[in-house]
């Protein structure tokens, strides 16, 4: 591992400041050999460069720099998820604070509502869109008509769209119109193609859970600030999507 900064604030500051515990608590972790800087075990008053050096607690990424946020918004339908739109259209960036310059996490098109987190944290977005870590998506979708068992199961198995067959999805019927559908691919349209593959058109959709992450008080076209746990949370279900928990609102 390369020389610490002498110039760095001191690991159990940073770890603090990031919410992971009181400074005794972090003393404890770093001499059970739990706490890794840069990929080496870390060390009573190591100092660290909270914008450069990577801090992980028990193989989570710990997000420690000051000047990183993240925004949970409830998209209402006719916005764009882009930060700008060359037909003028409202855009999902404009619906929350400008302080910092934010990404969105992910796609929902034009007409779907729902959960949508907007973010400066580069390695915390390809995290949560990149297929390959699993982290789950949760959609209700209202259809045309009434989708029957084989139908279900077909959804359940992956059916073939035209950019190749998507992986096993949760569905599970809430009405007999209303499905309830959990993927953790992110193609373009995915959930409505889906659903029109097995001849039932959505009318309406909208993301209700993100991971770990949900919130039913949230109107549309409200936002929040995450909090340090819920970042945490979001952080574990990327390095290990078996993991569930969080923070229910």
Known sequence: MDEPDPRGERIQKVLARAGIGSRRAIEELIEADRVRVNGAPARLGHRVDSTRDRI???GVTVATRADLVYFLLNKPAGVVTTAHDPEGRPTVVEMVPDDARVFPVGRLDFETE??????????????????????????????????????????????ELDDGRTAPAKVSAVEPSVLRIVIHEGRNRQVRRMCESVGHPVRRLV????????????????????????????????????RADGPRR
């Open 207 to 242: 993301r209700t859970r993100i991971g770990p992450l949900v919130d039913r008080r949230l109107a549309p076209g409200q936002w929040r600030a995450l909090t340090v746990d819920e970042v945490r949370t979001l952080e574990r279900a990327a390095a290990d999507p078996g």
């Open 56 to 58: 992980e607690v028990d």
């Open 114 to 159: 729902g959960l949508l987190l907007l973010t400066n944290d580069g390695d915390l977005t390809h995290k949560l869109t990149h297929p390959s870590f699993g982290v789950d998506k949760e959609y209700l979708a209202e259809v045309e008509g009434r989708p029957t068992r084989g139908a279900l199961r077909a959804l359940r198995e992956g059916v």
